[in-house]
């Protein structure tokens, strides 16, 4: 996939893409199209911008597939001034790539059972106090729920339902998520 920063035009106004040595190779193959290559249907373009704040979660409980399951490690400050500061890592493993979705959203219950959160803190861990790693809106998931099934053949066949989204906060902490805290 082309970069917009990878098409310029040069000085003598001539239109120049810039591609890396890994995607050289692979399009310099004969009789071979690269596994991500436009002309394989895969991008599905830009995402509007109201959408650009949608956080990781909530685009996992919009999906139809689902390719990684997540183990997170979380570490709290040890500083007792500062309570409210994580920092950590996630790892995303690869699975089976299996849909078995004819519902969306994804419940919680679903979307937990792909996560894993080892804590490491002074304290008992609390939920509220991880910010926006594990942040959902229910209005941010059925906003764009419904744009993917106006703006994504894939999504045209799922049925969306209210009564799962209803399962979802307002905005706060994916229901469940403790639980999956080790």
């Known amino acids: 996939?082309?970069?917009k920063s990878g098409v310029f035009v040069d000085d003598s106004l001539v239109t120049c893409l810039s591609i890396c040595s890994v995607c050289w190779v692979a399009l310099s193959k004969?009789?071979?199209i690269p596994r991500f290559a436009l002309v394989n249907n895969l991008y599905r373009g830009?995402?509007?911008?109201r959408f650009h704040d949608l956080t990781?979660?909530?685009e996992k409980i919009c999906a139809i597939y689902c390719v990684t399951a997540h183990v997170t490690r979380l570490f709290q400050s040890s500083d007792?001034?500062?309570p409210r500061v994580f920092h950590g890592?996630?790892?995303a493993h690869d699975m089976n790539v299996v849909s078995t979705v004819l519902v969306l959203p994804c419940t919680p219950a679903d979307v937990n059972g792909l996560l894993s959160i080892i804590f490491v803190g002074p304290g008992k861990f609390d939920p509220a106090k991880v910010g926006l790693v594990f942040c959902v809106r229910k209005q941010m998931i059925w906003q764009f729920l419904l744009w993917l099934k106006h703006h994504n053949r894939l999504y045209s066949s799922v049925a969306l339902d209210l009564d799962v989204l209803?399962?979802?906060p307002e905005d706060g902490v994916?229901?469940?998520?403790?639980?999956r805290v080790v």
Request: charged share 20%; aromatic share 8%; net charge negative.
């Open 1 to 3: 996939m082309l970069d």
């Open 30 to 32: 004969p009789d071979s």
């Open 46 to 49: 830009e995402l509007p911008n």
């Open 56 to 58: 990781w979660v909530e």
């Open 80 to 82: 007792p001034s500062q």
């Open 89 to 91: 890592d996630t790892c």
């Open 166 to 168: 209803s399962l979802y």
């Open 174 to 179: 994916l229901p469940g998520m403790s639980d």
